[in-house]
Nanobody, 115 residues
Framework: QVQFVESGGGSVQPGGSLRLSCAASGIIFRIKSMGWYRQAPGKQRELVAAIRSGGNTVYADSVKDRFTISRDNTKNTVYLQMNSLKPEDTALYYC?????????WGQGTQVTVSS
């Protein structure tokens, strides 16, 4: 059974940083392209960043030059380093497959950016 467990969220002031982690199980992680997605209240879930099995990355325009996605295939884990956070980054963050997410999502990790 495929499972995603996200962690690392929290409350920070604008300009702050957070590092999110997502541990995946039930898959051959190293061959899967993975993405970080987020959903803000009243908005649709959107792709934030993705990393292919070969290491190529994709970023939403809104987070380019601020966020960095990475992966550790030995730990079946994907990371999202978030710097220069803005209030509009406030959302529930999830990881899942990319470009087609798996049917089941994890609990997500909440990121709140506020002064």
């Amino acid at each position: 059974q495929v499972q995603f467990v996200e962690s690392g969220g929290g409350s920070v002031q604008p300009g702050g940083s957070l590092r999110l982690s997502c541990a995946a199980s039930g898959i051959i992680f190293r061959i899967k392209s993975m993405g970080w997605y987020r959903q803000a209240p009243g908005k649709q879930r959107e792709l934030v960043a993705a990393i292919r099995s070969g290491g190529n990355t994709v970023y939403a325009d809104s987070v380019k030059d601020r966020f960095t996605i990475s992966r550790d295939n030995t730990k079946n884990t994907v990371y999202l380093q978030m710097n220069s956070l803005k209030p509009e980054d406030t959302a529930l963050y999830y990881c899942n497959f990319y470009p087609v997410p798996y049917d089941s999502w994890g609990q997500g990790t909440q990121v709140t950016v506020s002064s």
